[in-house]
């Protein structure tokens, strides 16, 4: 039977979500790859746990992770059921729903129709009566903002999700629907986009936008899905992301630029007492309006090493200035 580490919230740092109620801890992990059904079931068992043995305790999913997709959740639900059954209230769950999912024409997007048959089947894969946070994973070009509200608004009323939060959407989409859910006399409490120091568009409207709002931020691919490692420092190693088959990152996206840039800031990591790779997380966490970073993981000792990060969180004005020469 498991037993948590009785330490686990004592070296995580907490920080409030915007101007909610809701603590999230700095690193979140998430189960987008190796967590489904074509990975070792007891080596994702192994990093959740471990995982909130660390003080993690934010588990962050969608209805398509997997692979196969749905299958996270499924793994997922196994892990809470056998493990962290006794341990519900002491986690935020979050699930997404916006990409395609099942066949038909009700099976992605953002209508009312999907979005709330995706979070009951969502619920129901991983044993759950609700979810903390379920997240439109990403604005419909066709369906009104104000269905897409209206959905999101529903599910709250219903029990199904204690907050909601909005994936992908750019800052005037964001402040929209924050509009839209006031209305509806619900909170926008989180947006997730993807922000590390290889992709910083957030910097220039949305961070803003987010702190006008009162909206906390949540950083998805901090590491730029491994590239701000040392993975690839001396080629592309064959059991890497970029060396099998993955279409998110491959072997054309490590390009000399990039791994010039790479080097230089592993140089300034060094000289902090870190990896590149927290480095890295620090970098996104300095921002006042982000409140967690998402890391993903393929063994535990990756996990571990990530959450080393919280302990050099500071930059100099020099360090800073020298990483965006470097990053211009």
Not at 46 to 68: R, S, V
Not at 229 to 249: M, Q
Not at 301 to 306: A, D, L, P, S, T
């Amino acid at each position: 039977m498991y037993t948590p580490n009785e330490d686990r919230y004592t070296s995580m740092k907490y920080n409030r979500c915007g101007k909610s109620g809701l603590m999230l801890p700095a690193i979140s992990l998430g189960l987008w790859h190796n967590f489904g059904s074509e990975a070792p079931f007891h080596r994702a068992r192994q990093m959740i746990l471990g995982a909130f043995n660390l003080g993690i305790t934010h588990f962050d999913l969608a209805n398509n992770y997997g692979p196969k997709i749905g299958t996270a959740e499924e793994n997922f639900g196994k892990i809470l059921s056998s493990d962290l059954k006794f341990y519900r209230d002491e986690l935020v769950i979050s699930t997404k729903a916006g990409y395609r999912m099942w066949e038909g024409p009700y099976g992605e997007w953002g209508s009312k129709k999907y979005l709330i048959s995706s979070l009951d089947q969502s619920l129901k894969r991983m044993g759950l009566d609700y979810v903390d946070i379920f997240y439109s994973h990403r604005p419909d070009p066709v369906t009104p903002l104000e269905e897409t509200a209206d959905a999101l608004a529903q599910v709250v009323r219903q029990g199904k999700a204690l907050y909601v939060g909005i994936s992908n959407y750019n800052p005037e989409m964001t402040a929209r629907m924050y509009d839209l859910l006031k209305e509806r006399g619900v909170t926008l409490l989180i947006h997730q986009p993807v922000y590390s120091m290889l992709r910083r568009w957030v910097e220039e409207d949305l961070l803003n936008t987010l702190r006008e709002k009162g909206m906390g931020c949540i950083a998805f691919s901090p590491l730029a899905q491994g590239l701000l490692t040392n993975r690839y420092f001396n080629g592309i190693p064959t059991d890497s992301r970029a060396g099998g088959s993955s279409i998110f990152l491959n072997n054309s996206n490590i390009t000399p630029e990039i791994l010039d840039k790479t080097l230089r800031l592993n140089d300034i990591a060094v000289k902090r007492g870190q990896s590149l790779a927290q480095m890295a997380l620090a970098w996104v966490l300095r921002q006042d309006t982000v409140t967690s970073v998402i890391i993903g993981a393929s063994r535990l000792e990756q996990i571990q090493e990530n959450v080393k990060t919280l302990d050099n969180l500071e930059f100099s004005s020099e360090e800073l200035e020298e990483i965006d020469n470097i990053l211009k």
